[in-house]
């Protein structure tokens, strides 16, 4: 008798079942669209986002935001995004915890779920109060009016660093459970280390200064390596044909 083709639906009791190979693939597609969705997204948000001359000048920073109409589009385009590239992320932990990566793997996870909790914050912060405060003041025109806005854009540099913090650890954690997993190849656990730790130094480093020179020189290169990161994780998922081999049991 011959065998049934792995990964073909079943019928058990009148109802449709699905083969662990066969449900394992449809992760990893869902894995691999939301990984390359959301980077595209924030790549656009970012693109649509407006990038001030000398983003530490508050003044030349608030004549810049009131005079963009994508402001609030942007920042929900990178929330999106972030939001679908974290989901992939939560995939990718459920793949790893398996073998020595497993602690690595679930100490990320919950890594995850902290940078999308910070991530929303920052930009109803950003995206919203910011451009209301922003609009306040360029109508009024009052320093009481510059101080409110400048006030919830020192609570955005805030949230901003602590995002990269753990969004720089999370990736960090990530990496070590590809360097240990068999799941992926190495060089795709080492390029989330080399991002990773670099966000988390840009996010310490917009602790004590801000949008500074130094900040952005260390953030613009960390989070292209991080982007580029989560674009060949979706790559891999999606060419991926089968869950590994664990070898016969017994």
Not at 33 to 52: D, F, Q, R, S, V
Not at 53 to 61: F, L, R, S
Not at 159 to 171: E, F, K, P, Q, R
Request: with cysteine; charged share 10%; net charge neutral.
């Amino acid at each position: 008798m011959s065998e049934r083709p792995a990964g073909r639906v079943r019928l058990v009791a009148g109802c449709p079942t699905y083969s662990e190979e066969n449900v394992h693939l449809r992760e990893s597609k869902i894995e691999a669209i939301c990984a390359i969705a959301g980077a595209m997204l924030l790549l656009a948000g970012t693109w649509l986002h407006p990038m001030p001359t000398d983003p530490n000048n508050a003044v030349h920073a608030f004549a810049v935001y009131a005079g963009d109409r994508l402001w609030v589009a942007s920042h929900l385009a990178q929330l999106v995004g972030i939001t679908l590239a974290l989901a992939a992320l939560v995939i990718l932990a459920r793949q790893l915890e398996t073998g020595g990566a497993a602690v690595w793997a679930r100490l990320a996870s919950a890594g995850v779920i902290a940078s999308l909790a910070v991530a929303a914050v920052l930009q109803a912060v950003d995206g919203i109060a910011l451009r209301a405060m922003v609009e306040n003041w360029t109508a009024a025109q009052k320093e009481s009016a510059f101080q409110s806005a400048l006030a919830v854009r020192q609570v955005k540099i805030g949230l901003a660093s602590v995002l990269n913090l753990v969004l720089g650890a999370t990736a960090t954690l990530f990496g070590i459970a590809l360097l240990d997993g068999l799941t992926y190849p190495r060089w795709i656990g080492g390029l989330a280390v080399v991002g990773g730790a670099s966000t988390a130094l840009s996010g310490v480093v917009m602790a004590f200064s801000g949008f500074s020179d130094l900040e952005m020189a260390i953030n613009m290169p960390a989070s292209a390596v991080l982007v580029a990161w989560v674009i060949a994780l979706g790559v891999l998922m999606w060419h991926r044909d089968r869950k590994p081999s664990h070898g016969p049991a017994g």
